[in-house]
């Protein structure tokens, strides 16, 4: 696939996590909340399209092109984050949005680099072992489980999914240095959590 459509599809997806964050943010019950994101994930996996957080665990398992996908990857999900955020916003809906992304924000802002860092680590993992068990998983409600579970795990641990946190500094109107550095640290520790868990994997499956 070329880098255009790859850039698009990568739109599509920050989208997709975009409407997850929708419905988490307006959701009174934080395990309906997180159950309910996960229609972001599931239709990424279902059309096939490019999450950062999902793409990155893949890269010692691709070519070259693929691993210099991942930063248009990322940048696609920006954008397509921040284009349902600013659609959202304009709504009725908005002020309760923004209000609830504040919240959120607030909490990542007055963390340390350290724990968002693990805490993204630990948000890839359960995101390797979601998206992998919807592509290897034989049956149809084996996969919806391994998909809605991995994701509500995820939430409800705190965990960090820096696509996800586009969107609520998005929401939020909370851009900065500071939570752009935040940002990258977190992507970072996704990188770290797939990648190693996915490696790990694969050492002790071969024959």
Not at 57 to 83: D, E, H
Not at 112 to 128: D, E, P, Q, R, T
Request: charged share 10%.
């Amino acid at each position: 696939m070329s880098n255009i459509k790859v850039f698009i599809s990568s739109i599509l997806a920050g989208t997709c996590i975009g409407f997850g964050g929708i419905i988490y943010l307006m959701s009174s019950n934080k395990v309906l909340g997180a159950m309910f994101f996960a229609i972001g994930l599931l239709t990424i996996c279902s059309y096939g399209l490019h999450l950062y957080t999902g793409k990155v665990c893949y890269v010692f398992q691709n070519n070259k092109k693929f691993v210099l996908q991942i930063p248009v990857i990322w940048f696609g999900n920006l954008i397509g984050t921040g284009i349902t955020a600013l659609i959202v916003l304009a709504t009725r809906n908005g002020a309760a949005i923004a209000q609830a992304a504040a919240a959120l924000c607030e909490v990542k802002m007055n963390d340390s680099y350290l724990s968002l860092f693990m805490l993204g680590i630990f948000c890839n993992i359960m995101i390797y072992i979601s998206v992998e068990g919807y592509n290897k998983i034989q049956y149809e409600m084996g996969k919806y489980i391994s998909l809605f579970f991995g994701v509500m795990v995820f939430i409800l641990s705190g965990f960090e999914h820096s696509i996800a946190d586009m969107f609520y500094f998005w929401a939020a109107g909370n851009w900065s240095v500071d939570s752009v550095i935040r940002l990258i640290v977190i992507t970072l520790g996704n990188a770290v959590g797939g990648i190693a868990f996915a490696e790990t994997k694969r050492y002790i499956c071969e024959k």
